[in-house]
């Protein structure tokens, strides 16, 4: 057996252990449960032996999306585990019946990708890279900033995730233009050490201060209160090292996704502690979820792989029905949502909208949800057919161009994306806009030049 089948089938097994005291208290659904695992594992092995068999990138758009989409929503499908009481059932046939053209869309926004004129091609080797002490101070600058501000902002309020008031500050921060502004400087900066990793040779490592900064600016950022904040850097790096430095196999991004599961569970459980004290937090996750106590801070993995495909079913019920569609209001709203004052967001809507009463700042409906409230059927299709032209038009020029500079694009918008099938792809915009504004001129100005490239031959 190959090292990567030993290793998905060991992930295997120890989430099968982990969740044995949950199998044993309910040994139907828990067999059920475990052929589930086991399953998902074989699959895993088997598609990774297919794509690399191929030749095919497993984070090629074509495939990463319809794959990742069909998996999440086949999970919540199933009838296996209750949230919030056992009130809100498995995933609608009827979501299913809009989320397969959806697909249809996204594939044929792929094929159609406009390619950059073969003119502009450079080889691969002219990949540029980072010059090391300009790129240090650039973004030793650019930190300093940052946390002199966030420094501000908390000395008066104090830290959102250490506050005893930690729910209400947190949704305050994220609320306030200003402050997510200011925590955004610290994305580019731990994206771009990462970046600087992806592209250092073999036998080169990297230097103390660079680790340090990016150190620094992921515990900035989980002190903020937004998990997304460390979550979608470290996922950037990961993508970069994909792209830049060498492949990863389907098998071995599987693994790293359940990595930054478990680190999203374990930072929603501390938050969550932290805030309503560990016995009342504990019961009520072991309440929504069933699962024992030992194993209730791994609730948010539970929900979080249903939850939102659900709150998609449930919208299509609610939607126009009892609440009209908003007719672009959720579309333009991140273009607003630095202004001062409380901005709504489509989460925060959906929320109201279901009636769902639970802690949190608000009710995620995939990226299917803020296209339907909007626009309906068609938002949906329409929305789903840009995003894969998008996506697919990046990774064309970046094949094209082998830059930095599109790397980071590339890699920062795939992200975003797979993330958005569990949120929102409209909160992702500014976010893609302010973070690759930064790089663009970090690059600018540190970036080291590649050697010319020679003229191509007609």
């Known amino acids: 057996m190959s090292r990567r089948a030993t290793a998905v089938l060991g992930l295997a097994a120890v989430a099968g252990g982990a969740l044995a005291p949950h199998l044993l208290a309910r040994p139907v659904a828990g067999a059920a449960l475990s052929a589930i695992v086991l399953f998902g594992a074989v699959s895993i092995i088997a598609l990774s032996r297919f794509l690399k068999r191929r030749g095919i990138d497993p984070l090629d758009p074509a495939v990463a999306f319809p794959l990742a989409t069909v998996a999440w929503f086949a999970v919540a499908s199933l009838p296996l585990l209750s949230d919030r009481e056992g009130h809100r059932p498995p995933l609608s046939p009827r979501a299913w019946l809009l989320v397969v053209p959806a697909l249809a869309a996204f594939g044929l926004g792929v094929r159609v990708a406009p390619r950059p004129p073969s003119s502009r091609r450079l080889p691969a080797h002219a990949a540029a890279r980072f010059e090391p002490r300009r790129l240090l101070a650039v973004l030793a600058t650019l930190f300093a900033l940052a946390a002199a501000a966030l420094g501000a902002v908390w000395t008066r309020s104090g830290v959102p995730f250490l506050s005893g008031s930690l729910e209400e500050m947190r949704l305050t921060a994220i609320s306030s233009g200003w402050t997510r502004a200011v925590a955004l400087l610290l994305v580019p900066v731990a994206t771009l050490v990462l970046a600087h990793a992806a592209t ?216 975003l994306v797979l993330l958005s099938i569990y949120g929102d792809v409209y909160g992702g915009l500014v976010f893609f806009l302010f973070v690759s504004g930064i790089c663009f001129v970090v690059i600018a100005l540190a970036g080291a030049r590649p050697a010319s490239a020679p003229p191509e031959v007609s």
């Open 200 to 415: 250092l040779g073999r036998g080169e490592k990297l230097r103390a201060p660079f680790i340090l900064l990016l150190a620094a600016s992921l515990v900035l950022l989980a002190a903020t209160g937004g998990r997304g904040f460390v979550i979608i850097p470290i996922g950037t790096g990961i993508v970069l090292f994909h792209v830049l430095r060498r492949p990863l196999s389907l098998g071995r991004f599987a693994a790293l996704g359940l990595l930054l599961a478990l680190f999203s569970s374990a930072y929603l459980a501390v938050r969550g502690m932290s805030h309503y004290g560990t016995n009342t937090y504990v019961e009520y996750l072991s309440t929504i979820t069933h699962l024992p106590d030992p194993l209730a801070p791994l609730a948010p993995v539970v929900l979080g792989l249903r939850a939102s495909p659900v709150a998609f079913g449930e919208l299509l019920d609610v939607v126009p029905r009892e609440v009209p569609f908003q007719l672009g209001r959720f579309l333009v709203a991140p273009l607003v949502s630095f202004l001062p004052g409380h901005q709504a967001w489509a989460p925060e809507f959906i929320q109201g909208a279901l009636r769902h009463e639970f802690p949190g700042f608000g009710e995620p409906a995939t990226i299917f949800g803020s296209f339907y409230l909007d626009f309906g059927v068609p938002g949906v299709l329409a929305g789903s057919f840009l995003t894969g032209l998008a996506w697919s038009a990046l990774r064309r020029r970046f094949e094209a161009m082998r830059d930095l500079l599109h790397a980071i694009l590339l890699a920062q918008a795939a992200v």
